[in-house]
């Protein structure tokens, strides 16, 4: 199966939480239909796929939250989907490793965790685009994350402390998801 038919796959199979997460996966289904291109950084008109994960501590009781270097908020990590990822899973997976050093992870629940789209903006040598951005729950058996690529600073946050003055909406929203999870 190709990466683009797993994808669809998953975002058929996800059920959103409310109103604006279904419109963020229509939106996926949307653009998984223009072929494995939407799987590319370099694709810009609407924006591509990225893959991110929303990590719990050993005790379920905090999220990784990592400060981006460029957009300078605290989000989860997660990034760009590369040729060699075998699936969005996957490059949620590596993103964690890469930008935290955590890799003895485990899934929470099974398929997409969240899904959400939002705008990147325009920088250097690229345009603004949208990120639709898939994210998986995992549970990390240990705590020792490093700060990584891209990555000024990462911090275990405890989920009733994540607020949009210390990140943004499309993360406090999640991370309501994960509360009612555990």
């Known amino acids: 199966m190709s990466r683009g038919n797993a994808l669809r796959a998953l975002l058929v199979a996800h059920q959103p939480a409310d109103a604006q997460e279904r419109a963020h996966r229509d939106a996926m289904l949307a653009l998984v239909e223009a072929g494995e291109a939407v799987l590319s950084r370099g694709h810009f008109e609407p924006g591509h796929f990225t893959a991110s994960a929303f990590v719990l501590s050993p005790d379920r009781e ?78 990390s058996r240990s705590e020792a994350a490093t700060v990584g690529d891209g990555v000024s600073d990462v911090a275990w946050v405890p989920l009733a402390e994540v607020t949009a003055s210390r990140s943004d909406a499309s993360v406090v929203r999640a991370v309501g998801k994960l509360r009612a999870l555990v």
Do not use: T, Y
Request: aromatic letters at 6%; hydrophobic letters at 45%; glycine letters at 6%.
């Open 62 to 139: 905090s999220v990784l939250l990592i400060h981006h270097s460029k957009l300078q908020r605290w989000l989860q990590p997660g990034g760009h989907i590369e040729p060699h990822d075998a699936d969005v899973v996957a490059a949620a997976l590596r993103e964690v490793q890469e930008e935290c050093g955590l890799s003895d992870l485990a899934p929470l629940g099974d398929g997409l965790f969240d899904v959400d789209v939002h705008v990147i903006p325009a920088r250097r040598d690229e345009p603004a685009h949208k990120h639709f951005d898939v994210r998986v729950a995992l549970w």
